[in-house]
């Protein structure tokens, strides 16, 4: 019955006629179609403003957006998607999120949507696109902002003479941008220094540390441990469904080495609390982190003096992805001037200047164009060339908590064994046999997966 009214309503959708542009502009207030869009507080948001209002402009269509606490919104939406109240037309879903919505009917698939529209999928990054828009041959909305980690520095420490006379001479080889999770490893525990100590060759008043990392009780610290899980050929979730405990245990081991070379607070933050350290000089380098803050870390050129940012991929070419999927709601009254919402905020021209205004872009088109890579543009997209990369690296990457329907019941827990490790409360092995006996918990036994 569910498929049955799914598959009505996208029928009516497809079918309904919109005013032309020219029209819609002359459109009065009171003709206008009501959608709601629910989405994430902030600046997500905020640099949004000025599309939404160039799509009503275009469009006899009136959008009212609804922000909500990243911490909340998951829930609110799954309780309208559930009561099918039909209070939110498009939804904003987390990469971990998207199978259970269209396994369970939430969302409307946009496949016979875009069927005229095929340059505008294939101008998706590839990588990001099979994570975020893609399931069971299906495409369900378009990822309007990227997270992607990568890999961010004090490039000027690692270019100092004096500090790389000092690492070769103690580790056997130059120091650089690590290749490896062992180098950075290496790294972490060198640049770590206490108040009194020098750091290029100047006396340090307070202590300084080898890595900032995001080991607070949020869920960003299965995020930074994804990239090490990948490395090993591993994945939260094994083809059977299970959880690999061997594998995790080894990430976690490899993560608590680290924290070592961290500040004490690495144990109460996440993305913010890591930035924070790095414009007060704190930190040396991040973990696998989310590259979406690169103007935010680039401010340390500003804070701390001499310093100069630098961006890479993360070590073994391996992070986590992730984007905000655009998605349309079953029950929505307008998934029509829904869908063209999503398809215009998703787009090349609204994505353009969403990368101006400092958002991540999710399109190769605005990720490769020269005028992003400009050196006036380097506070706001310096990471561009760098995502590129990644994507182009991780080409063909799956994960398969991304594709089952319980990925986001599984990635709303996994935190509270993780991070209890990570504090010293449990060990690596009884953190990873924790998640495992959770995970078949919430799944009733082997996890289904469906790509």
Request: contains cysteine.
């Amino acid at each position: 019955m569910k498929s049955m009214l799914k598959k009505g309503l996208l029928a009516a959708a497809l079918m309904a006629s919109t005013a032309p542009a020219a029209m819609a502009q002359e459109c009065a207030d009171a003709d206008r179609v009501p959608i709601t869009w629910s989405t994430i507080a902030g600046f997500y948001t905020d640099a949004m403003a000025e599309l939404v209002s160039g799509f009503e402009a275009g469009h006899c269509v009136k959008v009212n957006v609804v922000n909500i606490d990243n911490s909340q919104l998951y829930n609110k939406q799954v309780i309208e998607m559930v009561g099918q109240t039909g209070a939110y037309d498009v939804v904003t879903l987390e990469t971990s999120e998207k199978a259970e919505f269209a396994e369970n009917g939430f969302i409307l698939p946009m496949t016979e949507y875009f069927a005229d529209k095929k340059a505008q999928l294939d101008d998706v990054a590839p990588t990001l696109a099979a994570l975020t828009t893609q399931y069971k041959d299906d495409v369900w909305g378009l990822p309007y902002y990227t997270y992607t980690a990568g890999y961010i520095y004090r490039a000027d420490l690692f270019d100092d003479p004096t500090e790389k006379e000092a690492f070769k001479k103690r580790f056997n080889y130059d120091l650089a941008v690590p290749t490896t999770w062992a180098q950075h490893r290496d790294i972490a525990e060198f640049f770590t220094r206490k108040a009194g100590e020098t750091l290029k060759g100047e006396k340090l008043t307070k202590d300084f540390y080898g890595v900032g990392l995001m080991a607070g009780p949020f869920p960003e610290i299965q995020d930074e441990m994804s990239g090490v899980l990948w490395s090993q050929g591993a994945d939260w979730l094994t083809d059977e469904g299970k959880v690999p405990v061997d594998a995790v245990e080894k990430a976690m081991n490899d993560y608590l080495e680290l924290v070592k070379y961290a500040p004490p607070a690495a144990l109460t933050v996440t993305y913010d609390g890591v930035m924070n350290q790095m414009k007060d000089g704190q930190i040396a380098q991040t973990y696998s982190f989310f590259l979406d803050q690169w103007p935010n870390a680039v401010q340390t050129e500003t804070s701390v003096a001499g310093a100069k940012m630098g961006v890479a991929e993360a070590p073994e070419k391996k992070a986590y992805i992730g984007g905000f999927l655009l998605a349309v709601s079953a029950s929505s009254a307008h998934p029509k001037e829904a869908m063209d919402f999503v398809a215009h905020i998703g787009g090349h021209d609204a994505q353009m200047e969403f990368a101006k205004a400092g958002g991540t872009s999710t399109l190769m088109s605005v990720l490769s164009d020269p005028a992003f890579a400009a050196p006036e543009s380097r506070g706001k997209t310096g990471h561009f060339s760098t995502l590129l990369e990644i994507f182009d690296s991780m080409k063909g990457f799956r994960s398969n908590l991304f594709d089952t329907p319980f990925g986001a019941k599984i990635y709303n827990t996994m935190q509270i064994p993780l991070q209890s490790a990570a504090a010293g409360q449990i060990s690596a092995r009884q953190a990873a046999e924790r998640l495992a006996v959770e995970v078949e918990k919430i799944c009733g036994g082997p996890c289904p997966i469906g790509k």
